[in-house]
């Protein structure tokens, strides 16, 4: 499994971006995705994970409210979409799947994207 991050850059407080992941190779739709965030000098972080063919989400409180996580399966595509961006939501963001159940440790993820870079300013 390929996953590919896209669509990060620099935004103004307040604004909005959408990242995407897409997937190739062998897939499911009931694997469990997760995007996941990591600062400069923090460590990686649960952001929301989409589980299972009925598309249960779950959301870290930091985001919650703001940011929406959806998948289209049938392009293969994870979707992050972050309204009323604040400037700690600054950092890059990774995606990942797992071939099972998963919540919010990174350890619990069998693949990975590269990050796609967040800057909000103020």
């Known amino acids: 499994v390929q996953l590919q991050a896209s669509g990060g850059g620099l935004v103004q407080a307040g604004g909005s971006l959408r990242l995407s992941c897409a997937a190739s190779?062998?897939?499911?739709?009931?694997?469990?995705m997760v995007w996941f965030r990591q600062a400069p000098g923090k460590e990686r972080e649960f952001v929301a994970n989409?589980?299972?063919?009925?598309?249960?989400?779950y959301y870290a409180d930091s985001v919650k409210g703001r940011f929406t996580i959806s998948r289209d399966n049938a392009k293969n595509t994870m979707y992050l979409q972050m309204d009323s961006l604040k400037p700690e939501d600054t950092a890059n963001y990774y995606c990942?799947?797992?071939?099972?159940?998963?919540?919010?440790?990174?350890?619990?993820?069998?693949?990975w994207g590269q990050g796609t870079l967040v800057t909000v300013s103020s």
């Open positions: 989409i589980r299972g063919l009925g598309s249960s989400t």
């Open positions: 190779g062998r897939t499911s739709n009931t694997y469990t």
């Open positions: 990942a799947a797992a071939p099972r159940l998963a919540w919010v440790r990174p350890n619990e993820y069998d693949y």
